[in-house]
């Protein structure tokens, strides 16, 4: 069995993620394309702000035309963030040139309390560098985003939770409309074997 479960969206399919439905119909009138299914089901096109307190949109600025690998973490987390957080940075490295046309996000689950400031600090201890962006917002923002990638838990108890997040990647080429999911809680060297296998 691999570790890796490749998902592929299409049209009006739907699709599962952890937990969660990543994929729900939508009338075919509305849509032209598939990666324009996908933008409007999925990827709302709300303000973010960075670590560096520069506000982006989700889609235009952190999205569009863009391979990308992303997770839900926060800075106080006292479980799984740190060894997931180390992992993909492992990843990032055993990459190499690769890495240079990947973008990496990190998008707090506790946006009240991590500003710019509190992200920042937390990629200092995690001795985080470029390529490697850390989201905050308002906290409506990060949860449409969070539910429009599939990083949800069938039941509505365990999904309020947010010790209960699940250490997942959503890995995808934007632009090719190809979706992927990985665990990030194996190894870096997993973790870089399954972005390779996604974007490679």
């Known amino acids: 069995m691999t570790i890796l479960e490749k998902r592929s969206f299409l049209v009006g399919a739907a699709a599962a ?32 702000t960075t670590h560096d307190g ?3 949109r989700f889609y235009d600025d952190v999205l569009k035309d863009r ?7 926060y800075t106080i987390c006292s479980n799984i963030c740190t060894p997931v957080t180390q992992n993909i940075l492992e990843a990032q490295r055993l990459l190499g040139s690769m890495a240079k046309d990947i973008d990496f996000y990190s998008i707090s689950l506790t946006p009240l309390d991590d500003d710019p400031a509190a ?25 449409r985003v969070r539910r429009g990638l599939g990083f949800t838990q069938r039941s509505p108890v365990a999904d309020a939770d947010i010790s209960n ?11 090719l409309v ?17 972005i390779r296998f996604e974007l490679g």
Do not use: C
């Open 17 to 48: 993620l952890t937990g969660g439905t990543l994929m729900a119909r939508a009338p075919a009138a509305s849509v032209q394309n598939p990666r324009e299914q996908m933008r409007q089901l999925h990827f709302p096109n709300l303000p973010l």
């Open 54 to 56: 520069k506000q982006v």
């Open 67 to 73: 391979k990308v690998v992303i997770n839900f973490m």
């Open 119 to 143: 992200l920042r600090a937390y990629m200092d201890k995690q001795h985080i560098g470029k390529g490697w962006t850390f989201l905050t917002g308002k906290p409506e923002n990060i949860e």
């Open 165 to 175: 997040h699940s250490g997942m990647l959503r890995i995808g080429n934007e632009r």
């Open 178 to 194: 190809s979706w992927g999911h990985a665990s990030a809680t194996t190894s870096g060297k997993a973790v870089a074997r399954m």
